[in-house]
Nanobody
């Protein structure tokens, strides 16, 4: 399994920005599929963005397209989620996920075996 440690959450006003970080260890970073999911109170965990470095595929959920960007730093084994133009409906606990089994269309939580502890993002109106 992959060990994941997230950071970077916090409180921000609507229209603001945050950058989440997820440091990975335990597997070859570039071979992983990784992603970010979020869970708001009373709701199921939902897909935000996933990517597979080896084949360059990246999927964003429609509500964050044009506002959120996933990126990575191979030297630091870290993946980032840059979140701009934040909205109150983006408020949730954000989780980093990883898996070393690459499959087409990995956008479901069940596709990922390793999870971080989560970081709270709160967007005030």
């Amino acid at each position: 399994q992959v060990q994941l440690v997230e950071s970077g959450g916090g409180l921000v006003q609507a229209g603001g920005s945050l950058r989440l970080s997820c440091a990975a260890s335990g597997r070859t970073f570039r071979s992983l599929a990784m992603g970010w999911f979020r869970q708001a109170p009373g709701k199921e965990r939902e897909f935000v963005v996933t990517t597979a470095w080896s084949d360059g595929t990246t999927y964003y959920t429609d509500s964050v397209k044009g506002r959120f960007t996933i990126s990575r730093d191979d030297a630091k084994n870290t993946v980032y989620l840059q979140m701009n133009s934040l909205r109150p409906e983006d408020t949730a606990v954000y989780y980093c996920a990883a898996d070393d089994r690459l499959r087409v269309g990995m956008i479901f939580a069940s596709d990922f075996a390793s999870w971080g502890q989560g970081t709270q993002v709160t967007v005030s109106s």
